[in-house]
């Protein structure tokens, strides 16, 4: 069936260096992803999307690549912070409704002081 | 602006009792969808409401109910409780079903002892 997966569950980074979270999705029809950070304790907090018609978006610290031919995604964080720690899930969404989106299982993003 | 209000924050009941959760959307969305996270199966979809009527519903066995008032605030009710019941909730609200995303509540934590 279809589905959103990550290549690692975890993963260990140095403050200060960049991070790479990847997610891989199946659903061709797919055309909205977002990511998502999960903290301790706290529900999921949106960071960034991107669309189908897009291959990079750019926020504060983040990044988001989309790579439609192998159907990849990927968060970088620059310059990783204590802060960054949590959990982060990547979602496809293929229709404009809730009930369709699927989210990944998450990568649990740890940092090294 | 306030963001996602879920309340209790923390629950706790026994096998066979029933429980409702409670949602306040952030002000102005009236599109309120609900699901369940668990360490095994991650985020699944239960319910999504719009303008007091429920648009999709996941596939969750009738237990499972909801609904949605006309100040767009929503409950979610599960009946005769089960240990696998036991999950953090999360509701999420948008402005209508095609906005995206949605933004997170901090969830209800239910365990069933």
């Known amino acids: 069936g279809e589905s959103v997966g990550l290549h690692l569950p975890t993963l260990s980074v140095q403050e200060g260096d960049n991070s790479i979270i990847n997610c891989a999705y199946s659903n061709s029809a797919s055309d909205y992803f977002i990511w998502y950070k999960q903290e301790s304790g706290k529900g999921p907090q949106f960071i960034i999307d991107i669309r189908s018609n897009m291959d990079k978006r750019q926020g504060q610290r983040v990044t988001v690549l989309l790579n439609k031919t192998v159907k990849h995604l990927s968060l970088q964080i620059a310059a990783t912070q204590p802060g960054d720690s949590a959990v982060y899930f990547c979602a496809e969404s293929p229709g404009s409704s809730a009930s369709k989106i699927i989210f990944g299982s998450g990568t649990r993003l740890s940092i090294r002081p | 602006k306030a963001g996602v209000t879920q309340t209790p924050r923390y629950l706790i009941k026994t096998r066979g009792q029933q429980v409702t959760l409670s949602c306040s959307p952030i002000?102005?969305?009236?599109?309120v969808s609900w699901y369940q996270q668990t360490p095994g199966q991650g985020l699944q979809f239960l319910f999504e409401?719009?303008?007091?009527?429920?648009?999709n519903k996941g596939n969750f066995p009738g237990r499972f109910s909801g609904r949605q008032f006309s100040n767009s605030r929503s409950e979610m009710n599960v009946s005769t409780l089960e240990l696998g019941d036991s999950a953090l909730y999360l509701c999420a609200s948008s402005l209508t079903p095609q906005d995206q995303p949605q933004h997170f509540g901090d969830g209800t934590r239910l365990s069933i002892l």
């Open positions: 002000s102005g969305h009236r599109s």
């Open positions: 409401y719009f303008s007091e009527t429920q648009r």
